[in-house]
């Protein structure tokens, strides 16, 4: 696949112990968005955060550590992102999802490991 120019940036923010069918709701959204055919996603822990709940989520607090904010990042053209989003919608999302415009300047993938 090639992406190079105008492309969009989809943000999904959960927390790492947000689940869908016993497993972690963000793996269950990267694996949406391969068999979709998308570019690529990556999910980020964050350390610390708060959302709507105006809660703080934290690992310095050893009580607080369940809950932490997760991000899942995409980035493909426009078409593929917009026809995505329908599917996140049927998932129990109860964070901030975002979408805005970028530039790729490069994307290239790995070579394949010889077996």
Do not use: C, N
Request: charged share 25%.
């Amino acid at each position: 696949m090639r992406l190079q120019g105008r492309a969009l940036h989809l943000t999904i923010f959960v927390d790492d112990t947000d689940t869908w069918h016993h497993k972690p709701l963000f793996t269950e959204i990267v694996h949406r968005a391969h068999r979709a055919g998308l570019a690529g996603a990556t999910v980020f822990r964050g350390v610390e955060g708060f959302g709507a709940s105006s809660i703080v989520h934290t690992t310095r607090l050893l009580s607080m550590a369940d809950d932490l904010p997760a991000m899942v990042i995409i980035v493909d053209e426009e078409e593929r992102i917009r026809a995505f989003l329908p599917q996140l919608e049927e998932l129990p999302i109860e964070g901030l999802v975002t979408v805005h415009e970028v530039e790729v300047v490069r994307y290239t993938g790995r070579e394949a490991e010889s077996e």
